[in-house]
């Protein structure tokens, strides 16, 4: 299975310049005090595949501050048949707000191509407020399983988000300066939107029912069954209609919201307002409502299945990271969830304070992280 082999830190976080190698296709488990940097390099592996990742982060926000030298993510992957790739990802030297991402040497055109190298999924605690903050951060972690499952859909958000900023740059303009907006572009961006919605959609009504059918049909005694539902105009629309014409309810849509979205300064109407709700499914109640254990279990009950349809589309399931694993899950349910993990027989990652946290665990590498170090 997919693997990473060596990983080197410079200049990223608290890491002035950190290596490791010698990692193999088991469990990786990184033992380190509240600070130590456990989560900094877990983020740094999830910035190896397309997308910000697991913080979300810019690029100025991983520097290290107290090294100038740009920072960089290498790592050696290994796929499922044996051959090795050099993935790079760092501060560019001569854009310093914006990546690099190279391959064995050669500078790639966008991240989306990590996705054919490297695929990942996160649980972290800092995820255990998902359920009861905003649907932007519901709709990104959706996403990111989309992207996980179909790389290309990483491009078409990109795409469709730069259609929509240009097209809000117009409608402002003209707000503020009473000024007529080229209709010509207006046209040209709603239609890269409408067209790009609907690919998002559809790839996102996808995953969804491929996810769903895994959650249904998977055993899994500690963990709770989940239903996911998107709520979205558009995705609802595609459930019923033919994409010709949604595209074309679309492009109707923004063209008579343009006057309202120029004078709020943003898109009233798209799939950037998608949301995600997840209900217990045994309790019938929304996840919202469920205890901060049951939504992470909730959470994990939706990882553990994407990692399955992921397993199914490419043969190998993702490298899935757990940051502080233990975080309100008691011994019978971490127990549980670590005999879970291994049936996937690929690298996980996993952290934590205490050892003894991950005393089951056979066939493990333990690092520990001490003085901004990897040892």
């Not at 993702?318 to 694993?325: A, C, K, N, Q, T």
């Amino acid at each position: 299975m997919t693997h990473i082999a060596s990983l080197t830190l410079t200049a990223f976080r608290n890491y002035e310049a950190t290596s490791i190698d010698g990692l193999e296709n088991n469990f990786i488990v990184l033992i380190g005090e509240n600070g130590a940097g456990k989560t900094n390099c877990m983020e740094a592996i999830s910035i190896l595949s397309p997308g910000r990742g697991l913080r979300g982060a810019t690029v100025m926000e991983c520097q290290s501050q107290s090294v100038k030298t740009p920072w960089a993510v290498s790592a050696s992957i290994i796929d499922k048949d044996g051959d090795a790739t050099r993935l790079g990802v760092g501060r560019d030297p001569q854009k310093p707000d914006k990546k690099i991402v190279r391959a064995d040497g050669d500078t790639l055109k966008n991240q989306q191509e990590l996705g054919d190298v490297l695929r990942t999924i996160w649980l972290t605690p800092q995820m255990d407020g998902l359920f009861l903050q905003g649907g932007s951060e519901r709709r990104r972690f959706f996403d990111r399983l989309v992207a996980s499952f179909d790389p290309a859909h990483t491009g078409r958000m990109t795409r469709y988000e730069k259609a929509m900023r240009d097209r809000l740059t117009l409608l402002k303009a003209e707000a503020e300066a009473g000024n007529t907006a080229d209709p010509t572009w207006l046209a040209a961006l709603e239609s890269i939107m409408a067209e790009t919605s609907v690919a998002i959609a559809a790839a996102r009504i996808e995953t969804r029912n491929r996810l769903q059918y895994v959650i249904n049909h998977a055993t899994l005694s500690e963990f709770p069954s989940a239903i996911i539902d998107l709520s979205g105009e558009v995705e609802e629309a595609l459930s019923k209609r033919t994409a010709l014409s949604v595209e074309d309810m679309v492009r109707d849509r923004l063209i008579n919201i343009r006057k309202a979205d120029g004078h709020t300064g943003r898109t009233n109407f798209g799939v950037q307002r998608t949301d995600m709700a997840v209900t217990y499914n045994e309790k019938n109640v929304g996840a919202a409502q469920c205890s901060t254990g049951e939504q992470k279990a909730l959470l994990t009950t939706i990882i553990l299945a994407h990692a399955r349809m992921v397993a199914a589309r490419y043969g190998a399931p993702p490298l899935l990271l757990f940051d502080e694993v233990a975080a309100h899950f008691d011994k019978k349910r971490r127990d549980a969830l670590f005999d879970v993990l291994k049936a996937f027989k690929t690298q996980i990652w996993l952290s934590g304070q205490d050892r003894e946290q991950f005393a089951n665990l056979d066939n493990s590498h333990i690092l520990h992280i001490h003085n901004n170090v990897i040892l």
